[in-house]
């Protein structure tokens, strides 16, 4: 009987000191209480209580913590909008006991300020502008909870707005506005590239032409000089200025034929051709100058003798009288 009541002394003890160690894991509080009353905060470690007479209450995550909340809200036009908010959280290590027993339901305290925030500052936005501004939100709603849930012991990290949804209806049209823009945009750009290029063609036309008539322009001022220089050889040699030109008509119409003859794929017909055709354009050129020759002679003699005709037909003039020569014979008398 002595060895059986030792032995369960032994075990009694053994339990007793089993019971009387505990272990605190890494970014973790336990709460300790004695008889219900608050003892001690115990961080991470190996610790010891009295057993039955010390108790572990609670445990606090000293982690970063992440709560999502979807909250549907409307905006200025009366557009209902799905966001979602992740809030990211701590326990103050120094507030563990405000965060323990302050506190009941941490996270629904954090949702009710989320929805506050957000549903005060979105409506005052368009839908544009809650796109646009939901950094703005976000920094709204993490000043509200910092200033609400210090005093509980929990620090906010940060809030972040992760989703935006529009009712299925508004985004179809929000995507439609934005495709008949960029549509649009498109258009506008095709008629600039387009007035681009035909400027562009207008001005290398322009220039083209300039050029081309700088081209003949400059062809034929040298033709006309080599006509001159050839009219001034031929004088030279006895022959006179219009039967040079002529002979320097013909000889170009001779060079003509020779040019389109070269050409095995011309069809080009000169009317009239015959053999006798330069004789004839010689005789008639000749003839044609002599004419105008006369004719100038003709006019130029009928003008001499207008000109002899007027100036015999002409009343003399009356003398005129100066008054100063009046002036002298009176004072003469």
Do not use: C, W
Not at 134 to 143: E, F, Q
Not at 162 to 184: G, H, L, S, W, Y
């Amino acid at each position: 009987m002595e060895n059986a009541g030792v032995f369960l002394f032994l075990f009694l003890a053994f339990i007793v000191l089993i019971l009387s160690f505990f272990t605190v894991k890494q970014q973790t509080a336990a709460i300790v209480e004695r008889f219900g009353k608050f003892l001690s905060i115990r961080h991470a470690g190996l610790h010891l209580k009295i057993p039955v007479i010390d108790k572990i209450a609670g445990r606090i995550n000293l982690k970063i913590q992440q709560l999502d909340v979807i909250i549907e809200t409307k905006t200025k036009e009366n557009v209902f909008v799905k966001m979602k908010v992740s809030v990211q959280f701590k326990v103050i290590q120094e507030k563990v006991y405000e965060a323990f027993y302050k506190l009941e339901y941490p996270h629904d305290q954090i949702t009710s300020y989320v929805f506050d925030v957000v549903r005060a500052e979105v409506p005052k936005l368009k839908l544009d502008d809650v796109f646009e501004r939901k950094d703005d939100i976000a920094i709204a709603v993490k000043r509200e909870l910092n200033e609400a849930m210090t005093t509980y012991g929990y620090d906010i990290i940060n809030t972040l707005i992760t989703d935006i949804d529009p009712d299925i209806q508004v985004k179809n049209a929000m995507n439609r506005i934005n495709a008949a823009d960029r549509e649009k945009s498109a258009a506008e750009y095709e008629a600039e590239a387009s007035r681009i290029r035909i400027v562009a063609k207008a001005k290398a036309e322009a220039e083209s032409k300039r050029l081309q008539g700088q081209g003949i322009a400059d062809q034929r001022r040298e033709i006309a000089r080599g006509l001159v220089e050839s009219v001034d050889v031929l004088n030279k040699v006895g022959i006179n200025s219009q039967e040079a030109s002529a002979l320097i008509v013909v000889t170009q119409h001779y060079d003509t034929l020779q040019a389109i003859g070269a050409d095995t794929n011309s069809n080009l017909i000169l009317l009239p051709n015959s053999p006798q055709a330069g004789s004839d354009m010689l005789n008639n050129m000749v003839a044609s100058f002599t004419a105008s020759n006369q004719v100038g002679e003709a006019m130029k003699r009928g003008n001499e003798k207008r000109i002899e005709k007027e100036r015999k037909d002409a009343k003399p003039l009356p003398p005129v009288i100066n008054p100063e020569d009046d002036n002298e014979d009176d004072a003469d008398e």
